[in-house]
């Protein structure tokens, strides 16, 4: 069975996040319901995709990934089942818990990227911890790879706000798609393959917010998963395609969204 190539492949080892980041494009800012992935279960989707598919990136996210107490062990077995571009993606609040990391990511070529999320000052006081933490790891381990990506510049509207709840847009599929900033980010989620985040993590926003009433949401709901029993030329077709149906429901331009504070949560906006 061939290997298909794909830009990348995200995985999820939390679903809830320490920050509240509004219009995240993984509800994380919701506090999603949801177990983290056990090693255990890790280990059997890896298996079901790893002979499959040969991502050039291999993301280790959430929500905030070192949530999951068993993070070291996560990063290890991705390393053995993923010979890509392995990198583990956090906000980088509880890296001081972990200090056997840097040591790992070097053994495992892992790249460490930490996304700031805005300029409140409370916020950027406590970020600036993360930073200096940061910059003694590249002192003490110079073949680190870590970046410090600054993600509340690129930041934006993802759904609508109606009566305090997420709405849908009514887009023209290929023009949301055009400005779509996830249209790389596949999903591998309950053993399946989703286009992306938004797609793979709205059951979750559907039963935290009660959405199940709300029609507008639909094409959501119809959404199929590409699962581990499709074909070779399904799972080309799935990861060609580029508009969907689906895409109708997100935003066609890209509006820029500057979010409150991420240590406080709020009504959304």
């Given at each position: 069975m061939q290997r298909h190539n794909l830009p990348a492949l995200e995985y999820h080892l939390a679903h809830g996040c320490n920050l509240s980041c509004q219009q995240?494009?993984?509800?994380?800012?919701?506090?999603?319901?949801?177990?983290?992935?056990?090693?255990?279960?890790?280990?059997?989707?890896?298996?079901?995709?790893?002979?499959?598919?040969?991502?050039?990136?291999?993301?280790?996210?959430?929500?905030?990934?070192?949530?999951?107490?068993?993070?070291?062990?996560?990063?290890?077995?991705?390393?053995?089942?993923?010979?890509?571009d392995?990198?583990?993606?956090?906000?980088?609040?509880?890296?001081?818990?972990?200090?056997?990391?840097?040591?790992?990511?070097?053994?495992?070529?892992?790249?460490?990227?930490?996304?700031?999320?805005?300029?409140?000052?409370e916020y950027v006081k406590r970020f600036r911890e993360v930073k200096h933490l940061v910059w003694r790891w590249r002192e003490q381990f110079p073949s680190i790879r870590i970046k410090i990506r600054q993600s509340h510049r690129g930041w934006m509207r993802q759904y609508r706000v109606e009566g305090g709840k997420p709405m849908p847009f009514a887009s023209r599929p290929n023009a949301a798609f055009k400005?779509?900033?996830?249209?790389?980010?596949?999903?591998?989620?309950?053993?399946?393959?989703?286009?992306?985040?938004?797609?793979?993590?709205?059951?979750?926003?559907?039963?935290?917010?009660?959405?199940?009433?709300?029609?507008?949401?639909?094409?959501?709901?119809?959404?199929?998963?590409?699962?581990e029993n499709a074909t070779d030329e399904e799972l080309q077709t799935f990861i060609e395609t580029k508009s969907i149906p689906q895409c109708r429901l997100c935003p066609s331009k890209r509006t820029a969204f500057f979010h409150p504070d991420p240590l406080q949560r709020s009504a959304l906006q």
């Amino acid at each position: 069975m061939q290997r298909h190539n794909l830009p990348a492949l995200e995985y999820h080892l939390a679903h809830g996040c320490n920050l509240s980041c509004q219009q995240c494009s993984h509800y994380s800012d919701h506090h999603l319901p949801g177990a983290m992935p056990t090693i255990e279960q890790a280990d059997a989707d890896y298996q079901k995709w790893s002979h499959r598919l040969k991502p050039t990136r291999f993301a280790l996210l959430g929500g905030e990934p070192l949530l999951n107490p068993a993070i070291l062990e996560h990063i290890k077995l991705a390393r053995q089942h993923w010979d890509s571009d392995l990198m583990l993606v956090t906000n980088g609040f509880f890296l001081h818990r972990f200090p056997e990391l840097p040591k790992l990511l070097i053994e495992t070529n892992c790249r460490l990227e930490v996304s700031q999320h805005g300029m409140h000052d409370e916020y950027v006081k406590r970020f600036r911890e993360v930073k200096h933490l940061v910059w003694r790891w590249r002192e003490q381990f110079p073949s680190i790879r870590i970046k410090i990506r600054q993600s509340h510049r690129g930041w934006m509207r993802q759904y609508r706000v109606e009566g305090g709840k997420p709405m849908p847009f009514a887009s023209r599929p290929n023009a949301a798609f055009k400005v779509c900033m996830q249209k790389t980010c596949t999903q591998l989620h309950e053993s399946k393959l989703w286009k992306c985040p938004a797609l793979a993590y709205f059951a979750k926003l559907e039963s935290k917010l009660r959405l199940q009433d709300l029609p507008q949401w639909q094409l959501f709901r119809d959404y199929q998963a590409c699962s581990e029993n499709a074909t070779d030329e399904e799972l080309q077709t799935f990861i060609e395609t580029k508009s969907i149906p689906q895409c109708r429901l997100c935003p066609s331009k890209r509006t820029a969204f500057f979010h409150p504070d991420p240590l406080q949560r709020s009504a959304l906006q």
